[in-house]
């Protein structure tokens, strides 16, 4: 009894003869391995949603309580800059899916360009983020670090918000403090999505490297499948912040 | 690299097209500015009782985020032409995270009525 | 063999174990270090929690001792809750969360389903080496001079009012955490996309359908800790505010958020466990579980329920009193689910032949204890009692009663059921079944007087309690005495009989299950040939053909 007896007979007897070099061995086929792997990705994007979404329960609590702040707090953005960031996703994910399309067409040349265009928009993403965040701190609006109420206690001291958004009264001691909460909210939202794309684009910059000798087109494209879902994934997250945070009220 | 056709392609062996693509670009686009626009104009709001009030500016908002959503997960990632798994997948997570906010919201609505 | 004994070892004289199995097939350190087989990443996962679990059960000592007197004489006050702190936090993150599904579940899911491995075996090894780091970070936690929050991290105190080590335990939590998340993960692309030909989900072992439910737990549930604990964090480095009431914040909001997780946690906990139950019960009843259907959806069940009860751990804190209501009446919905596994196990029994080796023992002491515990509970899910009983020495025995008197006796029983898959080797039975028998007796004497004690009054988390309770306190604390020996026997045992217990043979309790179909120990891929899957689960009458077609002597 020292060898195990197969549970029945006639188990699948042709195994392992041809298969291609990606596919391993504890998988029977190449389809069941995608399939796989691609349902471990749906599933890594749901922790993912439920991640953000105590960051978002936060958020609707804290703006329900404090809506005059966080409308007021939310002029401090700049709707150019957010607008344009969100159209730079949104082509993002353009370019993404045709790479992906590239990679299941075995068009190498293609796929290269369209990973390099994501690339591109991913880092030009977080260039303008770069910049408003350092306006943020130009303007002592960094919870924690720098934070000042002035804009808010006397809208008049910020000229550049305030010939666009006159309507704005001071607001009290009280609900000025508030501010700061939008404001830490949105750094912890935009920041921990930021942290998301840095993790996006440094995969993207191998994956690059890794399609330039032929990795993903000669039939593996799970990775570049899996990898766009992940990076649609950071663009809808953003399709949320864009109006919660950038368009609370601009009437 | 033997049996071919469409056998190593995304799940249901349906490739997308680039004009859908295009055309799906287009419309995100297109609901991005509505919603910039939209965001400046006052749309009122709807007293449902005393205390209770719906504004519809952050409900045309969510649900012009919510539409493109809609598009980028059923186009860009493919789950219109995925199998029913992943469509299960896909909506078991929303209603988890739709359980998160509603269920903590009973108890935030229910402290104060009216002053919500 | 004789009638009173389900065990059928092979010929002690002849019988071998094979010579190339997972043990065997590689040798070295990095061979187990870097491995991918499920079954070697088990193996480090017991060799851990079990490490871990000896740190919670001294810790456990520790509060015991000082609990002897009335006067907190042992340690200071301060000391002490950081003493049960530790306790509780090692003890859920380190031991109860993994124990099962990390080790017994990696083990057996994919032979049971007919696979060659888990989905994805890098992930899995990802998964052990980041319980590694979060454990040393929380021994680290430890050694700086821990954290006195309880493992609730409750704000404000956790935020505001103290200056312990609540970020470093916070970051340790949160690396488990993703440890767990890795698991749940691969277990659910295991179960859906690699069962053999003919595993249906309806012919799946329990087991099975009772870690693919707590896999959705531990999906979807533990994100939300992780955020959490990055929210705890930041209030505590930058004093966001979001926990804060002079700020504008609501610490009930960390509250909502934490319990959000923490309750499906102990379904994650106990789950895994239901699931060893249903096998043990059936093999030593020699008959297929009743109600197979019932319980599977149950298992299901009780994982949906359990994201609508989670404010029943907040009656007191602060929500509105319609809240109160709403999470109450869910809370008393999701015990029905489990109430139909005890019936559907108690009817299993009911004309089954019943043999009680240990892990038998281990599982009917299970739905004894297990029961106690949960109706207790129903008392805690009353918002009424609840005000009552909450803070109180009662909350303490009713989650012992489930956890220890339930999830590790089933854990227990696990171990030593499939201790011979495992290593080829049987434990000694009439060792074991006394060792059973102490932790039964030490479990009882340990945590029925504070289910009294906590009626009567006495706080949890005090050092110091008023001198009427000291009777009681000191019957717990011997019984703790003697449950620790209880615990201990089965390190021993278990560790002699890597080298001295008799050969298993392949199937030693004559049990169903493809897992019992391969040698002891398995092979490194298992099955030399992807099996097909043709009866139902349980089907003992399929069980005996298969013997009659065997050859009876090589």
């Known amino acids: 009894m020292s060898d195990s007896t197969a549970v029945a007979n006639g188990a699948v007897a042709d195994a392992h003869h041809h298969h291609p070099s990606y596919q391993r061995h504890h998988f029977e086929t190449v389809e069941q391995q995608f399939d796989a792997t691609n349902f471990a990705m749906w599933l890594f994007l749901l922790t993912e949603v439920m991640f953000f979404g105590g960051l978002f329960m936060a958020y609707l609590l804290m703006r329900n309580w404090y809506y005059q702040a966080f409308v007021e707090a939310s002029h401090q953005l700049n709707i150019g800059w957010g607008t344009a960031n969100t159209a730079v996703l949104i082509l993002s994910s353009f370019t993404m899916a045709m790479g992906v399309w590239s990679a299941e067409m075995r068009k190498k040349k293609l796929l290269l360009l369209f990973l390099g265009l994501t690339w591109l928009l991913g880092m030009a993403f977080l260039g303008i983020k770069s910049i408003e965040y350092t306006e943020k701190w130009e303007k002592h609006h960094v919870p924690g670090l720098n934070w000042s109420e002035a804009s808010f206690l006397n809208p008049a001291s910020d000229p550049e918000v305030h010939e666009k958004y006159p309507k704005d009264q001071p607001l009290s001691a009280d609900m000025a403090s508030k501010t700061e909460m939008y404001f830490f909210l949105y750094f912890a939202m935009t920041g921990m999505h930021a942290l998301h794309m840095i993790i996006g684009i440094s995969i993207l910059t191998f994956m690059i490297i890794r399609a330039r000798s032929g990795a993903y087109t000669n039939g593996h494209v799970t990775y570049v499948e899996n990898f766009g879902l992940y990076w649609h994934f950071v663009d809808i997250i953003w399709i949320f912040l864009f109006p919660l945070l950038y368009l609370i009220s601009r009437y | 690299m033997s049996e071919q056709h469409n056998s190593h392609e995304e799940n249901e062996h349906h490739i997308v097209s680039p004009f859908t693509y295009l055309a799906i670009l287009l419309a995100l686009l297109g609901f991005t500015g509505l919603t910039v626009w939209m965001s400046f104009i006052d749309l009122g709001e709807w007293h449902i009782t005393h205390g209770v009030t719906l504004f519809w500016n952050p409900v045309v908002a969510l649900a012009i985020a919510c539409a493109k959503m809609t598009l980028v997960v059923l186009f860009f990632m493919h789950v219109k032409y995925s199998t029913k798994l992943t469509k299960l997948t896909v909506a078991s997570g929303f209603f988890v995270f739709l359980v998160l906010i509603s269920m903590t919201l009973t108890d935030y609505m229910s402290r104060a009525w009216g002053r919500w | ?554």
């Not at chain 3, 505001?160 to 659910?188: C, D, E, K, P, R």
């Not at chain 3, 000694?428 to 039964?440: C, I, W, Y």
């Not at chain 3, 092979?523 to 349980?538: K, Q, R, W």
Request: overall charge neutral; glycine content about 8%.
């Open chain 3, 1 to 554: 063999m004789s009638d009173d004994s389900n065990v059928n070892l092979p010929d002690q004289s002849t019988a071998r174990i094979p010579k190339m199995n997972f043990l065997t097939k590689e040798n070295g350190l990095l061979s187990w270090l870097l491995t991918g087989d499920h079954k070697r990443i088990a193996t480090l996962y017991l060799i851990s929690i079990t490490f871990f679990f000896f740190i919670g059960g001294a810790l456990a000592g520790l509060i015991r001792l000082e609990l002897l007197t009335p006067q907190s004489d042992l340690m200071a006050a301060d000391t002490y809750n950081k003493v049960f702190s530790m306790h509780g936090l090692i003890m859920v993150f380190f031991f109860l969360v993994p124990s099962v599904p990390a080790t017994i579940g990696n083990f057996l899911m994919p032979m049971m389903i007919g696979a060659k491995d888990l989905a994805l075996p890098k992930i899995n090894l990802l998964s052990w080496y980041l319980y590694i780091v979060a454990g040393i970070m929380m021994l680290y936690t430890m050694a700086i001079g821990g954290v006195d929050t309880g493992w609730t991290f409750t704000t404000p105190l956790s935020t505001h009012y103290l200056n312990t080590h609540v970020i470093s335990a916070g970051l340790a939590v949160f690396v488990a955490g993703f440890s767990s998340i890795l698991t749940g993960l691969n277990f659910i692309v295991t179960i859906h996309k690699m069962r053999c030909p003919g595993m249906t989900w309806f012919r799946l072992p329990l087991f099975v359908w009772s870690h693919y439910a707590a896999s959705i737990l531990m999906v979807l549930g533990t994100p939300v800790l992780a955020i959490t604990l990055v929210l705890v964090v930041l209030e505590r480095t930058v004093h966001i505010g979001v926990f804060d009431p002079s700020l504008g914040g609501d610490p009930l909001l960390f509250q909502h958020l934490f319990w959000f997780y923490s309750h499906p946690a102990v379904y994650i906990m106990i789950l895994p466990g239901f699931g060893v139950i249903s096998e043990v019960i059936s093999t030593f009843s020699r008959k297929r579980v009743f109600g197979y259907t019932a319980v599977a959806f149950s298992s299901v069940a009780i994982a949906v329920f359990g994201f609508f009860v989670w404010a029943h751990h907040m009656f007191i804190m602060g929500i509105s009193n319609y809240a109160a209501l709403v999470f109450s009446l869910l809370t008393m919905l999701v015990a029905v689910p489990s109430a139909i596994k005890i019936f559907n196990w108690a009817f299993t029994l009911y004309k089954g032949s019943i043999t009680f080796e240990t892990p038998m023992l281990y599982a009917i002491g299970f739905m004894g204890l297990f029961t106690i515990g949960g109706l207790t509970g129903v008392f805690l899910g009353s918002t009424g009692t609840d005000i009552h009983l909450t803070e109180t020495y009662f909350v303490v025995a009713h989650f012992h009663f489930v956890m220890v008197g339930g999830m590790l006796m089933a854990f227990l029983s696990g171990i030593h059921f499939w201790w011979p898959k495992w290593t080829g080797r049987m434990y000694p039975e009439k060792l074991s079944q006394l060792a059973a028998l102490v932790t039964f007796i030490g479990f009882n004497l340990t945590f029925f007087p504070q289910f009294i004690v906590g009626t009567l009054g006495m706080p949890r988390r005090y050092a110091a309690y008023p001198p009427e309770f000291q009777v009681l306190n000191v019957f717990s604390t011997a019984g703790a005495t003697v449950l620790g020996v209880g615990y201990l026997l089965p390190v021993l045992y278990l560790t002699w009989s890597l080298k001295y217990g008799a050969v298993a043979g392949d199937n030693p309790w004559q049990a169903t299950g493809l897992e019992w179909q391969t040698q002891s120990p398995p092979l490194t891929e298992n099955f030399p040939v992807i099996p097909i899957m043709d009866h139902e689960a349980y089907d003992y009458e399929w069980l005996e053909r298969q013997k009659q077609k065997e050859v009876a002597s090589v």
